[in-house]
C-alpha cells in the first residue's frame, strides 16, 4: 500500500469517541498501523503527497504529537540527544538576497564583515566544542559558492576536525559536482544545503538563486556519497500549506536528508523579514511532529530560534520527535541557548547526550 494511502487509512480511522477509554485505544491502534506501514515499506516507496502531509498537520494537537512520539521510537532512542556545535568559519558580504539573512550584503544589520577563519583556529574551536560535548561539527561560510582557493582550505579544516573524533558538517552555498566530490574525498561527513520554505513560496524570500538550483547541489551531495542535510525556516509569513510542502519536498528527495534542521526565524533588524508576525508555538511543534513521521529514519534538529524557547515548549518539540540541537552559544551570527541551560534542561528531562560510536 502507498504511503499516502496509508496515511489516510489512518486518519481515517480515527474517529471521535465519548469514551475515553476507546478513544486512547483507537488512537494508539491508528499510530501502530502507520509505524507498521511505514516501516514496511521501502525507503524509495515512500511518498507524502501534499495533501497527506496537509491531513497531518490538520490532525488534533494530542493525536499528532502521539503518532510522531510512536514513529521516533521505532527509529531512535527517544531520551537521547545529537548535540551539533556550528562555526562560521568566513562572515557576512554574501552576495545573495536571502530576506531572513543578515549575512547578505544587500542589507544594512550592522553586521562585521569576517575573512575565512585560518584552519588552525577553525581546529581549535572544533577541539573546544567537542570539550563540551558536541559529536558533530559544523562550518558554515556565507557564499554563493565556494572558491576552489577557497574549498582547499575548508577541505584541510575537514580533514584535521575529523582527525578529533567528530563528524562533520559544512554549509558553503551551492555546489557543483565535482566540488562535492572533492569534500566527500575530504572526509566531509554531511553537507548542508536547505530548502528554506515551499516552492511557491520561495520567490518571496530569495531571487537570486532557484529552488532547483537548490534541489541540485543536493543531488551533487548525495551522488558524491555523502549524507544530506537540508530542511528550512519557519516564521517568514508562509501559510501552513507551505510549510506542509516543504515538509514534502524534503519527504519526497531520492533519499530524507539524513538530517533535517527546522529553523525558528530569528528576526534581525535591517532584514526584509524583521518584525514579520512569528509563528505560533503550537504550529512550530506541529512542523517538527510532521516532520518525524515523514522522514522516520532522519535526525530532525530543533536548529536556530532555541533562545527564544521556554523549556515546556522545547521538550514538546522532544516529544513531537525532534532528537538533534546546535549546541553552543551562537550560532552563525545569531544567539543560541547557553551550553549550561541546555545541560540542565537535559538533566530535568532525562535526557543523555549521543555518543560517536
Known amino acids: 500500500m502507498p504511503s ?57 494537537f494530542n493525536d499528532l504529537l502521539f503518532r510522531a512520539q510512536q514513529v521516533h521510537r ?20 554574501c552576495p545573495e538576497d536571502c ?19 585560518r584552519v588552525e583556529a577553525i581546529v581549535e574551536a572544533a577541539k573546544k566544542a567537542k570539550h563540551s560535548g558536541a559529536s558533530r561539527f559544523c562550518m558554515g561560510a556565507a557564499w554563493r559558492s565556494p572558491k576552489d582557493k ?27 559536482s ?16 536547505n530548502l528554506d520554505t515551499s516552492e511557491d513560496y520561495y520567490k518571496e524570500v530569495i531571487t537570486t538563486r532557484t529552488y532547483q538550483e537548490r534541489l541540485d547541489t543536493l543531488e551533487h551531495v548525495r551522488s558524491a556519497g555523502m549524507n544530506v542535510c537540508s530542511g528550512g525556516i519557519v516564521g517568514m509569513g508562509e501559510t501552513r500549506t507551505d510549510r506542509a510542502g516543504l515538509i514534502a519536498n524534503l519527504a519526497n528527495l531520492p533519499e530524507p536528508p539524513q538530517s533535517v534542521p527546522i529553523n525558528n526565524l530569528v528576526q534581525v533588524p535591517g532584514t526584509p523579514m524583521d518584525n514579520v508576525e512569528p509563528i ?25 530560534g532555541r533562545e527564544e524557547m521556554n523549556d515546556q515548549m522545547q521538550a514538546l ?41
Open 150 to 176: 577557497d574549498l582547499r582550505v575548508v577541505e584541510e579544516a575537514v580533514r584535521q576536525v575529523s582527525e578529533l573524533g567528530l563528524e562533520t558538517c559544512a554549509t558553503l552555498g551551492m555546489l557543483n
Open 74 to 93: 521505532e527509529h531512535f532512542n527517544p531520551n537521547e540527544l545529537q548535540l551539533s556545535s556550528l562555526l562560521s568559519i568566513k562572515t557576512g558580504a
Open 99 to 117: 530576506k531572513y539573512c543578515p549575512q547578505s550584503a544587500r542589507y544594512n544589520t550592522g553586521l562585521e564583515v569576517e575573512r575565512l577563519m
Open 178 to 193: 565535482e566540488q562535492a566530490a572533492s569534500l566527500k574525498t575530504a572526509g566531509l561527513d554531511y553537507y548542508n544545503h
Open 4 to 60: 499516502n494511502q496509508v496515511t489516510q487509512a489512518a486518519v481515517n480511522q480515527h474517529e471521535p469517541s465519548n469514551d475515553m477509554t476507546s478513544s486512547v485505544a483507537t488512537i494508539s491502534k491508528v499510530a501502530t498501523i502507520v509505524v507498521e506501514k511505514v516501516n514496511a515499506l521501502p525507503s524509495e516507496t515512500i511518498r507524502w503527497p501534499l495533501e497527506q502531509v496537509e491531513a497531518l498537520f490538520d490532525l488534533p
Open 280 to 304: 505560533d508555538e503550537f504550529e512550530f511543534i506541529r512542523t517538527i511532529a510532521v516532520a518525524r513521521i515523514t522522514m522516520p529514519g532522519s535526525y530532525v534538529r530543533l536548529s536556530a
Open 317 to 357: 518539540c522532544f516529544m513531537a520527535g525532534a532528537n538533534s540541537v546546535f549546541y553552543g552559544e551562537e550560532l552563525l551570527t545569531t544567539n543560541n541557548a547557553s551550553v549550561e541551560h541546555d545541560r540542565s534542561l537535559m538533566a530535568t528531562l532525562g535526557i543523555k547526550p549521543q555518543s560517536l560510536s
